[in-house]
């Protein structure tokens, strides 16, 4: 099971067994911090009762290090890594207290010989994954499904009740995995597993994403003071590595205030790393490339051609081990195997979306749902189907002639996505059809219906009140540990690379749930206190671009080089042969594709990433 998931550790090996308890844990070693053999895993606590694996980081180690030789309650230091201090940790405050106190990214098992009790823990955000689940008696977990797999009593049967909301979503949502009896923790979540009695695991939350409170009491200018000291702190505990940093810039505004804080704080020139597509509409480079000279970092790019993204797509059933169809993932393996050339660490800007306002979503809501007021909606139904019918290549022609002539900006897509929002009844519903890749789960997956979530929990719409703010904290819930940090994970951890996020130190995250949201969305644009954070160390006119995403141009490539590939898992038969989604629907959707008629490359990749992953693991369906 260790060696399934080596890719995540390749530095070290190790295992603990206990056969008179019937436990055994495997740890694979990506050498961070104390490179010595005295950071070896699995760990015992200098008492003996503990015995840990942990993948991951406790960044605030040091500062926990020096309060238990305060206190005196200090072991003989063998060596200087986290692992040993959470330990003495949980020998000098009890596991809760040790968890209470670290700031990290982890996932851990942790075996109280005393108590005869395995503990699982998750890091507050989720940023590291951790499965777990009963397998024909036994119970098994890991960082990976793959570890899992390999297992003589894994049962390899598909979670039905899964399917619908991957097909939503495009990823399948906490706490279910794509197997049957196997869950994830989730986020900031506490798992005991009484081993005299099996069967009789509790889990419960140490902590939560706090509820968007909006201090209206915070100005801006305090606001920003504030936010400017707990990012440098955030980042400046990230910096600590025994191996080669450096940090992803794609010239955004997230990436390059991270780069930023970290210049500021480096005496040396940073590495920053990123890539650029021949596609215009896809690249970045240059952006990242004016932002890295701006700021002085010793900065690599890579341009990569469609045969090299398209190389990756036959590796993404095993990278991921469920089906997983953010496309954003192609392009993310390769940053991370062109850093991983050079140095072990790297710093992301991920979360400052889902922190502080950065998605369309959240610009283009608001004025969704002033319409939404104003506009009777029997009105808006006419309007839909008017954009609906202009729809179509004859204005996608007149579109791409008219930018400079007309002023003409949107294309056909884009009328049929603002036909399709026009007559909803709020903004829940709103919110659902825009992270939706199929809107309705059931016209594909037939007979197993959507487990309900936090868009259908009432209770959790009126505590929060203001539609943006729950669209931005349910985001937090779902779309960023479960599709944004499984895919920097999974494409990281695939070639040995860590990368740490700090715009997750759980102190942002309680800061920005305090702030009002016009301090996140202001002159209808969303990251306005981070805009004043790195207005500090650069000119804004480097970042002053509408937000570009980080995919591929799926559209495009099912129409080309990645036709014959999606024919052949689209067929009738192929699809029949798998038997997990209704084929009527799909080959409707793929032809219409195909004509050109409407634009659903993405809502095509979540059917190709399943069937992909079907074929790649050969699951029991039925």
Same mark, same amino acid.
């Given at each position: 099971m260790g060696r399934a998931i080596a890719h995540r550790g390749p530095d070290d090996f190790g295992v603990w067994t206990d056969a008179q308890r019937g436990l055994a844990l495997a740890h694979q070693r990506l050498s961070i911090i104390d490179l010595s053999p005295e950071g070896h895993q699995p760990m015992k606590a200098p008492s003996g009762r503990f015995v840990m694996v942990l993948n991951g980081e406790i960044y605030n180690y040091p500062e926990l290090r020096a309060e238990l030789d305060r206190a005196g309650r200090a072991p003989a230091w063998r060596g200087q890594s986290d692992t040993e201090v959470f330990l003495a940790a949980c020998d000098a405050w009890g596991i809760e207290g040790a968890v209470q106190r670290a700031n990290g990214m982890f996932a851990i098992a942790l075996v109280d010989l005393v108590d005869d009790e395995l503990v699982l823990v998750r890091d507050r955000m989720g940023e590291k994954p951790l499965y777990y689940g009963w397998q024909d008696g036994h119970f098994l977990f890991s960082s990976e499904l793959k570890a899992l797999r390999v297992h003589p009593q894994f049962l390899r049967r598909l979670e039905q009740a899964a399917?619908?909301?991957?097909?939503?979503?495009?990823?399948?949502?906490?706490?279910?995995?794509?197997?049957?009896?196997?869950?994830?923790?989730?986020?900031?979540?506490?798992?005991?597993?009484?081993?005299?009695?099996?069967?009789?695991?509790?889990?419960?939350?140490?902590?939560?994403?706090?509820?968007?409170?909006?201090?209206?009491?915070?100005?801006?200018?305090?606001?920003?003071?504030?936010?400017?000291?707990?990012?440098?702190?955030?980042?400046?505990?990230?910096?600590?590595?025994?191996?080669?940093?450096?940090?992803?810039?794609?010239?955004?505004?997230?990436?390059?205030?991270?780069?930023?804080?970290m210049q500021d704080q480096s005496s040396r020139p940073v590495r920053t790393y990123s890539i650029g597509f021949r596609e215009h509409l896809h690249d970045?480079?240059? @952006?990242? =490339?004016?932002?890295?000279?701006?700021?002085?970092?010793?900065?690599?790019? $890579?341009?990569?051609? /469609? +045969?090299? &993204? #398209?190389?990756?797509?036959?590796?993404?059933?095993?990278?991921?081990?469920?089906?997983?169809?953010?496309?954003?993932?192609?392009?993310?393996?390769?940053?991370?195997?062109?850093?991983?050339?050079?140095?072990?660490?790297?710093?992301?800007?991920d979360g400052g979306d889902e922190l502080f306002g950065g998605?369309?979503?959240?610009? @283009?809501? =608001?004025?969704?749902?002033?319409?939404?007021?104003?506009?009777?909606?029997? $009105?808006?139904?006419? /309007? +839909?189907? &008017? #954009?609906?019918?202009?729809?179509?290549?004859?204005?996608?022609?007149?579109?791409?002639?008219?930018?400079?002539?007309?002023?003409?900006?949107?294309?056909?897509?884009?009328?049929?996505?603002?036909?399709?929002?026009?007559?909803?009844?709020?903004?829940?519903?709103?919110y659902a059809r825009l992270v939706s890749q199929w809107p309705n789960p059931a016209l594909v997956v037939r007979g197993t219906a959507q487990e309900p979530g936090l868009l259908e929990d009432d209770h959790l719409a009126h505590g929060i009140g203001c539609p943006i703010s729950w669209m931005?904290?349910?985001?937090?819930?779902?779309?960023?540990?479960?599709?944004?940090?499984?895919?920097?994970?999974?494409?990281?951890?695939?070639?040995?690379?860590?990368?740490?996020?700090?715009?997750?130190?759980?102190?942002?995250?309680?800061?920005?749930?305090?702030?009002?949201?016009?301090?996140?969305?202001?002159?209808?644009?969303?990251?306005?206190?981070?805009?004043?954070?790195?207005?500090?160390?650069?000119?804004?006119?480097?970042?002053?671009?509408?937000?570009q995403g980080f995919g591929i141009p799926i559209a495009e490539w099912l129409r080309g080089p990645l036709r014959e590939w999606a024919e052949e898992l689209l067929s009738p038969h192929a699809l029949s042969q798998a038997g997990m989604v209704a084929p009527d629907p799909v080959r409707r959707t793929w032809e219409a594709h195909l004509d050109g008629r409407r634009d659903y490359g993405h809502r095509l990749w979540v059917i190709l990433m399943l069937q992909a992953w079907f074929r790649a693991t050969a699951p029991l369906v039925r």
């Open positions: 399917l619908p909301s991957y097909i939503r979503f495009g990823y399948v949502p906490s706490p279910l995995s794509i197997y049957a009896g196997i869950r994830k923790l989730p986020p900031g979540t506490i798992l005991r597993v009484q081993l005299r009695r099996p069967g009789s695991e509790t889990s419960r939350p140490y902590w939560q994403v706090p509820l968007p409170i909006g201090d209206d009491t915070l100005t801006p200018g305090i606001a920003a003071d504030r936010l400017h000291t707990l990012l440098r702190d955030a980042i400046k505990s990230r910096m600590h590595s025994d191996v080669p940093l450096g940090a992803f810039l794609s010239g955004g505004i997230d990436s390059s205030t991270i780069v930023a804080l970045e480079s240059q @952006h990242a =490339r004016a932002v890295a000279k701006a700021l002085g970092t010793d900065h690599s790019e $890579l341009f990569v051609t /469609a +045969a090299d &993204a #398209l190389s990756v797509v036959p590796l993404l059933p095993d990278l991921y081990d469920e089906p997983f169809a953010d496309s954003s993932a192609v392009p993310t393996f390769l940053l991370s195997k062109l850093t991983r050339q050079h140095v072990t660490v790297a710093l992301s800007g998605y369309v979503r959240y610009v @283009h809501g =608001r004025s969704l749902l002033r319409l939404y007021r104003v506009v009777p909606p029997s $009105l808006r139904y006419v /309007a +839909a189907k &008017a #954009l609906s019918a202009l729809a179509g290549r004859t204005w996608d022609r007149v579109s791409a002639r008219g930018p400079r002539s007309l002023g003409v900006t949107l294309t056909s897509d884009h009328l049929t996505k603002l036909a399709d929002v026009l007559p909803l009844p709020g903004y829940r519903e709103l931005m904290y349910v985001d937090q819930l779902t779309y960023l540990p479960d599709d944004i940090l499984v895919k920097v994970d999974r494409a990281s951890m695939a070639v040995a690379l860590e990368a740490r996020v700090p715009f997750l130190d759980h102190r942002l995250v309680e800061f920005a749930a305090s702030l009002p949201l016009g301090l996140k969305l202001r002159h209808g644009r969303g990251k306005w206190l981070l805009r004043e954070i790195l207005r500090r160390y650069l000119d804004p006119r480097l970042t002053a671009r509408p937000k």
